[in-house]
């Protein structure tokens, strides 16, 4: 006989289980309504001369006392305004018979007999008179002994009953979206799915209760810890089996590909298509995925990439949304404060929208561990926080669950722009424990010991373009999280960046000053180190470039130190010498200004630039750079001179890229008609002459059309031609929508958040 306590269910599956068992019992369909717009309604069933209401109390966890003053003081009223022909009162508290008469004699007349107060018991009753309703509410049953034991019986021992039991856990918090339909569709057809998607999007739970739902149909759990060996191992033949692999490439992928273990992966996958009675749940983060196809033909070959599932947060629905945040907060054991807070004014509507959203972030705010210090009025104001800084979410890992060498190098890839090949990774890690910067360091300071610890947690590994090991962070919000913790301190800053000295990390840095995420004060501070570091380095043509990023940082937030002139003059004197020195000319504009500016030197520093100077050492985005050094030349004769070197060499380079140029800007789009082509070059004319006025270039008459030459008129018009679309098909596309269908969601959102609360 079923005993079930309800726990399972979230407020409105009760209602739905509830409304269901009753219909089939009295063979009538009892209407569901939104809570509120008629209130005292749950269900409800109309003849030609009566009226009967439901009203459903989820209240497992309030106890009897505080039903009774909440149906005393509160629904009563209601009833009486509504003034049914009968009401029915359902809890999921048990109930004996004293209660169930103490209930009928307050909505007396309206309840006519014990009947019609139903608790538990009488829920449990019913559910062993229609098996089939139990049947269909997968969160009930899941959790009840014989299932239990039926599903063991299914599972391998070891590891995969365990994740079992994870699975089963989940289910009453999982919301079914579009995307789980989809899953088992696909499973059904194709027998394999690979659920990619980036980091708390949902990847690992959608896999887990698709393998749930298929272990419910009999299938034994087959999972997969390290390798594709271990699935293949418990292949059996004419057996139901499921086998379950997550994140296949992720943390062993350079050690996988390099065991060729890529032929295993879709071998087995051609294993289990060609096998009716196999299914096959992979995920992995599509970055990794995609590195995967361009490192093995076998992914493409093979077409792999068929079976792929990308979940994407921009993809969920609203309704998608609102049931996941609904469910969080409904199993999560929120205090009734707590959860008010988000249910009223609506605020849940600011949470479901937010471009922020994430299925984890709102798993951490709704968690009452991580809430327990913070008090119902401040709640609203620590979700809004949490939302719109995810990278809060990080502080307990980073203050508590990190050694010292830990945080070195997660700060390392943090300041390279989130991402860093290990082999300038573990360079840098070393060049930064031989500054005075880490004498911080307390413990364990060995590379390797550490990187283990933080992969799969903070940090990914990786390929790069270049197919080399490599780490990014685990999720973007990281960054975000960890730069404040070093962007007031520009010593560290300073020993972070200069032991990467990479492009990248200039990059990143360069950025992050100008969108004000280090203050001016530490760019100084980092500056001045820079100027000291380029001042004391033995000059190398491979790390030229970046000394010259280095000091473009130090003359923009130092530029009156003493060192950062003397490191100017010390690195341009060295590039001046080299043969190809003039290579470097487009990307020294800043410093040779600075030079000018402060008096380092005169035009004729800069005329040793020139000698040999050739157009193809430069692109479109140099010609800016070149003019503005003549531009801002002291004296029209400097200017003029430099001009007379520059000008000429911009045109030339602007004649290499102007058909480019016209093609991206779009100049000719709305030409269609080969007649009107003499038109279409008055119009090309024009934009060449306003480029070259906004670039600084003086270019007459004759130049323009000498770039004009350079581009293809009728080939664009051809194009312009040839992917013309017709208006009408953009009217259908547009139109095809159902306007309602947002108002729609938009209620069932507000039905789903109508929670009826117990009293606090």
């Known amino acids: 006989m ?11 599956e009760f209602e739905q289980l509830t409304l269901r068992l009753l219909g089939a019992q009295e063979g009538i369909v009892y209407e569901r309504f939104k809570q509120g717009k008629d209130g005292g309604i749950d269900g409800r069933y109309f003849t ?111 590891r995969s009953a365990f994740v079992l039991d994870e699975m089963r856990q989940k289910r009453a918090r999982y ?76 943390r062993t992928f350079l050690e996988a590909i390099g065991r060729h273990e890529d032929s295993h992966i879709v071998g087995f996958i051609k294993r289990i298509r060609a096998d009716r009675s196999k299914r096959l749940v992979l995920t992995s983060r599509t970055t990794i995925l995609n590195r995967g196809k361009s490192l093995t033909d076998l992914f493409r070959i093979e077409s792999v990439d068929r079976h792929e599932l990308e979940l994407q947060v921009g993809k969920l629905s609203s309704l998608d949304k609102a049931g996941i945040l609904h469910s969080c907060i409904w199993h999560s054991g929120l205090g009734i404060s707590h959860l008010k807070e988000i249910v009223k004014e609506k605020n849940y509507m600011a949470v479901i929208d937010h471009r922020n959203f994430n299925p984890r972030i709102i798993s951490f705010v709704t968690d009452p561990m991580r809430i327990n210090s913070i008090q119902p009025t401040s709640y609203w104001r620590y979700i809004t926080s949490k939302l719109a800084n995810p990278a809060e979410i990080w502080g307990d890992v980073y203050d508590q669950q990190m050694s010292d060498a830990q945080r070195v190098i997660l700060l390392l890839v943090v300041t390279n722009g989130g991402d860093i090949s290990e082999q300038d990774l573990i360079a840098a890690y070393r060049s930064y424990l031989t500054t005075p910067s880490s004498a911080r360091i307390q413990g364990d300071t060995d590379y390797h010991r550490n990187i283990k610890i933080l992969i799969g947690s903070l940090l990914n590994r990786t390929l790069n373009a270049k197919d080399q090991s490599a780490f990014d962070l685990f999720n973007p919000s990281i960054s975000d999280f960890a730069l404040p913790k070093i962007s007031a301190d520009g ?33 100084k501070v980092v500056s001045s180190h820079f100027s000291n570091d380029c001042l004391a380095a033995n000059y190398d043509a491979q790390n030229a470039i ?52 402060y008096g380092l030197f005169d035009i004729n520093f800069i005329r040793l630039f020139l000698n040999k100077i050739d ?137 789903l958040f109508s929670i009826d609360l117990p009293p606090t």
Not at 198 to 224: I, M, R, Y
Not at 505 to 519: D, E, F, N
């Open 546 to 597: 970046v000394m010259i990023e280095m000091l473009k940082i130090a003359t923009q937030h130092n530029p009156d130190s003493k060192e950062t002139k003397s490191a100017v003059i010390q690195l341009l004197t060295k590039l001046q010498s080299l043969e190809d020195g003039s290579r470097y000319i487009a990307m020294i504009s800043p410093l040779l200004r600075y030079g000018v500016k």
């Open 48 to 158: 030609s001369n009566d009226q009967t209401i439901v009203q459903c109390k989820h209240w497992a966890r309030s106890g009897f006392k505080a039903l009774v003053r909440t149906l005393r003081n509160e629904e009563l009223p209601k009833v009486k305004r509504l003034n049914p022909k009968r009401y029915v009162l359902v809890t999921s508290l048990p109930l004996s018979p004293a209660n169930k008469e103490e209930i009928r004699t307050i909505f007396t007349p309206f309840i006519q007999s014990d009947a019609d107060v139903i608790g538990n018991e009488t829920l449990n009753d019913l559910l062993l008179l229609h098996p089939d309703i139990e049947q269909k509410t997968i969160k009930l049953w899941l959790h009840s002994a014989t299932i239990l034991s039926q599903m063991t019986s299914l599972a391998l021992v070891g």
């Open 175 to 250: 919301v079914e979206t579009a995307s789980h339909r989809e899953g088992l569709s696909r499973l059904t057809e194709q027998h394999v799915i690979l659920i990619t998607g980036e980091p708390g999007v949902g990847k690992t739970t959608l896999a887990e209760q698709l393998c749930l739902d298929l272990v419910l149909k009999g299938f034994q759990l087959c999972a997969a810890a390290k390798d594709i060996d271990e699935l293949e191992a418990a292949y059996q033949e004419n057996t139901k089996q499921v086998f379950y692999f997550d994140d296949f490439l992720g």
């Open 615 to 751: 157009s193809d050492w430069f692109n479109f985005d140099d010609i800016s750079e070149l003019i503005q050094i003549a531009n801002e030349m002291p004296s029209d004769s400097d200017r003029d001179a430099l001009l007379d070197v520059f000008n000429p060499l911009a045109l030339k380079i602007l004649s290499g890229v102007i058909d480019e140029i016209i093609w991206d800007q779009g100049i000719l789009v709305d030409y269609y008609d080969m007649r009107a082509i003499d038109d279409a070059a008055e119009q090309v004319h024009l934009a060449i002459a306003d480029l070259c006025s906004d670039l600084g270039v003086q270019a007459d008459f004759d130049e323009i059309e000498e770039l004009l030459s350079n581009i293809n008129i009728e080939s664009i018009i051809e194009s312009n031609i040839r992917n013309r679309r017709d208006p009408s098909d953009y009217h259908h596309k547009t139109t095809s929508y159902p306007r309602t269908e947002a108002t729609l969601d938009s209620n069932k959102i507000h039905d």
């Open 491 to 523: 010593d560290l800053l300073a020993a972070l960046a200069l032991a990467l000295k990479t492009k990248q990390m200039i990059r990143y840095l360069t950025s992050s000053i100008a969108r004000g995420k280090v203050p001016k004060t530490t760019a």
């Open 2 to 12: 079923p005993n079930y306590d309800f726990l399972s269910l979230d407020d409105k």
